[in-house]
């Protein structure tokens, strides 16, 4: 809950003794907790839980209890670090590069091209991009939240299959 806890006092300007009194704790012992020196006991989630009056600090500790399972609510500072915000955003920018494809003529060589086709170029490319870096934030998340998934060991593999595809 430091996150929750941390992200409260910037928002609010709240001190660590307001913080506590909420908790039904001490000064020192959230200060611990900020500094990830103690864990969040029980008793001070069922006191934050029924004391706390803020909608973004109870929602911001539910999603922290959870481990993500709760969609958090918008706030200063948004949440898009879930897997299925991952999964969302990189169908989103696959659509809007699939949407951008047909309005370029790729056949055509590049001293040809008029203005509006060189445009309509830089836009594919654009969303090429923005697919490459929501798929390697997506991939990032992966390999984060489970750690079976080793970058190394994935690029291996696919190293080797496309190897074996290309001798057929």
Partial sequence: MKGAIVNYRKRTGAT???VANMF???KSNIS???KERRNV???MYDAGFNNVSDAYLLQDMAYEVTRGYVTPTPSDRVYDDHRM???YRVQQEIQEFINVIPMNRLDKRPEFLTQDEKERLSLLVSELQDVLFEGQGFLNKLT???EFLQPQSINQNRDTRLKMERRI
């Fill in 16 to 18: 660590q003794q307001d």
């Fill in 24 to 26: 039904h704790t001490d």
């Fill in 32 to 34: 611990h907790i900020e």
């Fill in 41 to 43: 006991t029980a008793s």
């Fill in 85 to 87: 915000s991952f999964v």
């Fill in 144 to 146: 984060e939240d489970y």
